[in-house]
């Protein structure tokens, strides 16, 4: 297709999205606070667990997120399916964003209807078994995690390969925050975009260049499967093995490609995700690792530096990831890190290491938990390793806060980047 079919195919796109959003916004149901409302869903994420409350993440009408607070029993779990039925109230966080939450409503477990055909429920029960399977193994891995290690460390190798980030300490939470590595224990699309992007590089110090972008798409998919499947995981995963299905047959353009094509499919899907932070920084840092990070691979000095060091293979994948979702990250989180890029640089050579023992720990645990055990002590110098650095760095400040990002400075940061970009890529 030449590059008139490729415009003209792109215009078409963006209308069918425009009208897309126009009529799913303009129709839009309005909710207000104290509202009383029942619903059924699904349960797409583990309950969180809050001292004798469990916390559940559902979606109203039409995708609007509703954040529920209820007793710790009776306990309620990943793929079940609830009628609840109660009071909307409307809450604004810290940084300005208003959520609506439910306080106690009254919840009950909606059970297969006997008037569906057998099929049906068959394939229903199948599905709920297999979505289950990820909230079991969450549940091992905390158990067998809090037996063997210290309880900072515990809490990091769980954020690390689950996203299960709280139990984190409060004060080691904030070190994270202030030294720019939080997303490391946050299972983002984000950082499943820098986690594919760094074991690609770490991949091809060992295998040809196909075979351990192969690899790297089965890390993402195992990574997926440990993070819960929630919906941002699995919409980050399908967008970076897109793209590295693209790179391990040698066609950047078709990455491209094929990252628009996942990103309009979810978009005409769910347009309101258009608003959902991390369906932006999964996508634009997906977009960094395509075309900044090449960009220091093509200078003689910058790749030998790289094929000396796996450090500067992070730092590398830092730097594009956070170039892509910057006014993002700081629009959004009201602070930036100046530290940032050097702390992931020196700790994220260390997640897919950490990853894999977690995950091997887990396996055996369940085979013995004796063999679990023994194999995460494998885990404690690396852990201790990314603890002091975080706690050094945070010692040093350089948080930069701002009130906020007005918009034309994300349209002239990301004009300039891709003018950048292009400036760069035509002169080499």
């Not at 897109?242 to 769910?270: D, E, H, K, P």
Request: aromatic share 12%; with cysteine; net charge positive.
């Amino acid at each position: 297709m030449g590059r008139l079919g490729i415009i003209l195919l792109f215009c078409l796109a963006l209308t069918i999205l425009t009208l897309r959003f126009f009529f799913f916004f303009h129709n839009q149901p309005k909710y207000h606070d104290g509202q009383t409302v029942s619903l059924q869903t699904a349960l797409l994420s583990e309950p969180r667990i809050v001292g004798s409350q469990q916390r559940i993440s559902a979606n109203l009408e039409r995708g609007n997120r509703i954040f529920i607070t209820t007793s710790l029993y009776p306990q309620f779990h990943y793929a079940d399916s609830l009628r609840i039925s109660g009071t909307l109230r409307y809450k604004t966080l810290r940084n300005k964003d208003t959520i609506i939450t439910m306080w106690y409503p009254k919840i009950e477990v909606v059970k297969d209807d006997p008037s569906t055909s057998p099929c049906t429920r068959r394939c229903g029960a199948s599905l709920r078994v297999f979505l289950a399977v990820p909230s079991f193994i969450r549940q091992k891995a905390i158990s067998l995690f809090e037996k063997t290690l210290p309880p900072t460390s515990s809490s990091l190798l769980l954020g690390v390969v689950f996203g299960v980030k709280e139990s984190l300490p409060s004060d080691f939470a904030d070190s994270l925050r202030v030294s720019g590595v939080f997303h490391v224990v946050a299972a983002s699309g984000m950082n499943v975009t820098m986690v594919g992007g760094f074991l690609s590089s770490l991949f091809e110090f060992f295998f040809k260049r196909q075979i351990a972008i192969l690899a790297s798409i089965m890390g993402i998919a195992l990574y997926a499967v440990l993070a819960g499947l929630e919906p941002s995981i699995i919409r980050a995963s399908i967008m970076g093995i897109l793209v590295f299905t693209g790179q391990m047959i040698g066609r950047q353009n078709l990455s491209l490609y094929g990252l628009f094509l996942a990103g309009f499919a979810m978009l005409f899907w769910s347009p309101n995700l258009i608003l959902d932070i991390g369906f932006q920084l999964s996508f634009l840092a997906t977009l960094g690792l395509l075309y900044v990070k090449p960009l220091f691979e093509r200078s003689k000095k910058a790749k030998a530096i790289l094929n000396r060091s796996i450090v500067g293979e992070g730092v590398v994948t830092t730097i594009a990831a956070q170039a892509g979702t910057l006014p993002i990250l700081a629009g959004n989180f009201g602070a930036y890190s100046l530290w940032s890029v050097i702390v992931n640089g020196l700790v994220l050579w260390t997640i897919p290491t950490l990853m894999v023992i977690g995950g091997f720990g887990v396996m055996l645990g369940m085979i013995a938990e004796s063999l679990g055990r023994t194999f995460l002590y494998l885990s404690i110098p690396l852990l201790l390793y990314f603890e002091k650095l975080v706690s050094v760095f945070t010692s040093f400040g350089g948080v930069v806060n701002f009130a906020v990002i007005p918009w034309q400075f994300s349209l002239s940061y990301y004009s300039f980047l891709v003018a950048l970009v292009l400036w760069l890529k035509e002169k080499s």
